[in-house]
């Protein structure tokens, strides 16, 4: 049986043998006391490199998308995001839970930003009726998509003239700017740089297709980081000897940024592979997610398509809507498989 074609989400790598090796390497201290080297040289080369006076090394994209929030924002607060906004959707209404902060979901438009008017309309006057509208947060990407660069310069832009501040959940933020760096005439870094500083606070995620096991950073000024400090010591983060950690982190800003294009060119080769198959829809992907509708009588045939793929030994996830997610330990014989045991299936 060949290998298994993980297929689900780009958190599923395994640490390469460079990757274990910088873990094993790294000097350690009790992060707690502000004194591991490994966890503070992280969090001086991203936020330097990102343009932010500090940064905080976090365990989880949703801890970072929290003490975030929660740093902008005080109780009875409102945060405006997108209905499928990770930070909204899909992390246990934590802002609202713990912080109570409430937020404020937007309609994406089809090409995942949420339109300039929306943001305008929901931002309320000052007025006992409403919660105080505080923050913007937008994620780049999102669902694979990249937001166009001139829209989040005026999304951010507006957001400011209003007194809003700006939170970016830029998980997939390297995707984003991979995507766009060539277009835009820069490098990757200089891009995620470029998006970056459209906001007061950004949050990446370097278990996503960066390819390290665990582990967030969130970037801000000195203040605000500050702040945040004390949200995530409250939320459990505070870790100890988490250099092991950060050095897989900085492992990955080192060597896995620039390769992120070749999960872009996976996941077109299996875009183009799928095309043409009855009762299958999608738009092309942008960066490394696609997703993929089940028409018609496919449609009823979820479950069964799983399991046939499954029973290839390619992975996904979804029921009526499949998702596809290219990273680091797929190939280009295995999104050949994909296709393959997608086609079958529908032949
Ligand atoms: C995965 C993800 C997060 C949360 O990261 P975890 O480390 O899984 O908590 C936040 N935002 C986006 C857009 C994500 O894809």
Redesign the pocket.
């Known amino acids: 049986m060949p290998p298994t074609v993980d297929l689900r989400?780009d958190?599923v790598t395994q640490p390469t043998a460079g990757m274990r090796a910088a873990m094993l390497a790294a000097p350690l201290g009790d992060d707690v006391f502000r004194e591991d080297p490994s966890v503070n040289a992280l969090q001086d080369n991203i936020a330097r490199l990102l343009g932010f006076e500090s940064a905080l090394f976090?365990?989880?994209?949703?801890?970072?998308?929290l003490c975030g929030i929660l740093a902008h924002c005080q109780r009875g607060d409102e945060y405006l995001t997108g209905q499928m906004?990770?930070?909204y959707r899909?992390?246990a209404g934590g802002a609202a839970v713990l912080g109570s902060v409430q937020p404020q979901p937007l309609n994406h438009q089809a090409d995942g930003s949420l339109s300039l008017d929306d943001i305008d309309a929901a931002i309320k006057p000052d007025d006992a009726h409403y919660a105080r509208s505080r923050l913007l947060t937008l994620?780049n990407?999102?669902g694979g998509k990249v937001l166009p660069f001139e829209y989040v310069q005026q999304a951010t832009a507006l957001a400011h003239s209003r007194g809003l501040a700006r939170h970016l959940?830029?998980?997939?933020l390297f995707n984003a700017a991979v995507a766009q760096a060539a277009p835009n005439g820069q490098t990757p870094w200089q891009q995620a740089r470029r998006i970056a500083q459209c906001f007061d606070s950004v949050?990446v995620?370097f278990?996503?297709g960066l390819g390290a096991p665990?582990?967030?950073a969130l970037c801000g000024s000195r203040e605000f980081i500050a702040r945040a400090h004390r949200l995530r010591k409250m939320v459990g983060g505070g870790m100890r000897q988490s250099g092991m950690l950060a050095a897989a982190a900085s492992y990955a800003l080192a060597h896995n940024v620039d390769r992120l294009a070749t999960d872009h060119v996976l996941m077109r080769r299996l875009a183009l592979g799928l095309k043409n198959i009855d009762g299958v829809e999608f738009e092309m992907p942008q960066t490394n997610i696609l997703f993929v509708d089940l028409t018609g009588a496919a449609r009823e045939r979820g479950a069964a398509l799983i399991e046939h793929l499954r029973e290839q030994g390619i992975l996904v996830t979804g029921l009526y809507r499949l998702r596809f997610v290219t990273h680091l330990d797929v190939d280009e014989a295995g999104i050949d498989r994909a296709i393959s045991a997608m086609r079958s299936f529908f032949s």
């Open positions: 989400s958190t976090m365990s989880s994209g949703t801890q970072s998308n906004a990770h930070c899909w992390e994620e990407t999102l959940d830029g998980a997939r949050s995620c278990s996503k665990v582990g967030s």
